[in-house]
């Protein structure tokens, strides 16, 4: 399994790109510059089969209708709750001072914990994690030991709660019951800044208190 992890707009959002040995991709949360991942898809000649999508806020589906027009691909996720953000993407670009982007939707709500989405030879489970966005959900390849936690767990810290529909305890509980179920070693590939790995997290986070 590969992984590219390409830092988009303002936002420095970890755009993910991943594929087998056979070049069948997805990308995991397009937050803007379509071009530039347009690019690298097409130069890796990457066969790219889904969107997938962790929450609906704008710095991590800002490119994802332009990429699903590009590649006549689906886009995948997040949880139906957050239907509420697609709805806003307007009033989301605006109150950052970005360039508008229009409603769109995913062609499939993952509303089933439990779930697996397949890309190649690669098996994603997805989590529903709530409290960063109520709808917000995990992709975890428990096979090749890495998990896509969006915005809920990172390098010592976790995700902000005070967007509309946020709520602390709710994410808090997603990180222990869910994400900290996981095994020690399994790779944590955040929204935002370096990697990291669970047990690190359940020793050193301080935002987490078992």
């Not at 005070?162 to 070693?185: A, T």
Request: glycine share 8%; proline share 5%; with cysteine.
């Amino acid at each position: 399994m590969h992984v590219e992890i390409l830092p988009v707009t303002a936002f420095q959002q970890n755009c993910s790109i991943i594929w087998d040995e056979q070049k069948n991709a997805a990308i995991i949360d397009p937050g803007g510059e379509a071009e530039k991942l347009i690019e690298f898809i097409e130069t890796q000649q990457l066969q790219l089969e889904k969107i997938l999508l962790t929450h609906g806020h704008l710095d991590h589906v800002g490119a994802a209708d332009r990429l699903k027009q590009h590649f006549q691909v689906e886009i995948w996720g997040p949880n139906s709750a957050d239907q509420f953000l697609f709805d806003s993407l307007p009033a989301q670009s605006q109150r950052f001072g970005l360039a508008e982007i229009a409603v769109f939707y995913p062609d499939h709500w993952l509303d089933k914990e439990g779930q697996i989405i397949t890309v190649g030879d690669m098996n994603f489970e997805i989590l529903h994690l709530p409290g960063h966005t109520p709808g917000h959900i995990g992709f975890i390849e428990q096979q090749k030991n890495i998990a896509f936690s969006g915005d809920v767990l990172f390098y010592n810290s976790v995700g902000r709660t005070d967007f509309p529909r946020g709520n602390h305890q709710q994410l808090l509980s997603s990180i222990r019951q869910k994400l900290f179920k996981l095994n020690d070693e399994m790779i944590v590939i955040a929204g935002h800044g370096p990697a990291t790995k669970i047990g690190l997290e359940k020793q050193n986070n301080p935002f987490i208190k078992n």
